[in-house]
T-cell receptor, first 116, second 114 residues
Framework: GQSLEQPSEVTAVEGAIVQINCTYQ??????LSWYQQHDGGAPTFLSY????GLEETGRFSSFLSRSDSYGYLLLQELQMKDSASYFC?????????????????FGTGTKLQVIP | DAGVIQSPRHEVTEMGQEVTLRCKPI?????LFWYRQTMMRGLELLIY????????DSGMPEDRFSAKMPNASFSTLKIQPSEPRDSAVYFC????????????FGSGTQLSVL
């Protein structure tokens, strides 16, 4: 199976930078995604890393190290609206007989609170 | 595009009743996922369809749960009989071309079983 670990809660100040880490244990790893979910809302896609390195999308960046089974989401210039839960998710191929099917398994989420 | 559409948004039912949740994926997407979200267990994958065919149902909790996808634009998740522990938010998600790099989620169905 797959296991993902991320901190349960993080608090940061408006305008600051925050990093949310994710470590995973799985076989058949294809890539790591990040999703944002506001209270009462649906998860929305933020970024995806298949290769090692940093992917930047505006204020948000995501990093992956396949050798370390580790990734992080970096949020810069924090705004109050960034207060939400952030989930990492691994895309894996369950087994060689899965016919190319890639399963997406989510971590338990990190609740980010941005304070003034 | 209207996005992934789920109905109903809220469902309150009594234990033992049948519950049917509905999902319309984004047009052109050929992969569809059903997830369940609770505080205790987070987002759990229940079942995955590709080209209307169930590929992985290992996350379906028990025989009381069943899912169908009769065509590319419609899927249902049925619970019969429902139990209080089934109370959760149920999300449907779809992706393009089965690569599953990016999932698009519906607004979810908040299910309460009394």
């Amino acid at each position: 199976g797959q296991s993902l670990e991320q901190p349960s809660e993080v608090t940061a100040v408006e305008g600051a930078i925050v990093q949310i880490n994710c470590t995973y244990q799985t076989s058949g790893f294809y890539g790591l995604s990040w999703y944002q979910q506001h209270d009462g809302g649906a998860p929305t896609f933020l970024s995806y890393n298949a290769l090692d390195g940093l992917e930047e999308t505006g204020r948000f960046s995501s990093f992956l190290s396949r050798s370390d089974s580790y990734g992080y989401l970096l949020l810069q210039e924090l705004q109050m609206k960034d207060s939400a839960s952030y989930f990492c998710a691994v895309r894996v191929r369950p087994n060689l007989n899965s016919g190319g099917y890639q399963k997406v398994t989510f971590g338990t989420g990190t609740k980010l609170q941005v304070i003034p | 595009d209207a996005g992934v559409i789920q109905s109903p948004r809220h469902e309150v039912t009594e234990m033992g009743q049948e519950v049917t949740l509905r999902c319309k994926p984004i047009s052109g997407h050929n992969s569809l996922f059903w997830y369940r979200q609770t505080m205790m267990r987070g987002l759990e994958l229940l079942i995955y369809f590709n080209n209307n065919v169930p590929i992985d149902d290992s996350g379906m909790p028990e025989d009381r749960f069943s899912a169908k996808m009769p065509n590319a634009s419609f899927s249902t998740l049925k619970i019969q009989p429902s139990e209080p522990r089934d109370s959760a938010v149920y999300f449907c998600a779809s992706s393009l071309n089965g690569n599953n790099e990016k999932l698009f989620f519906g607004s979810g169905t908040q299910l309460s079983v009394l």
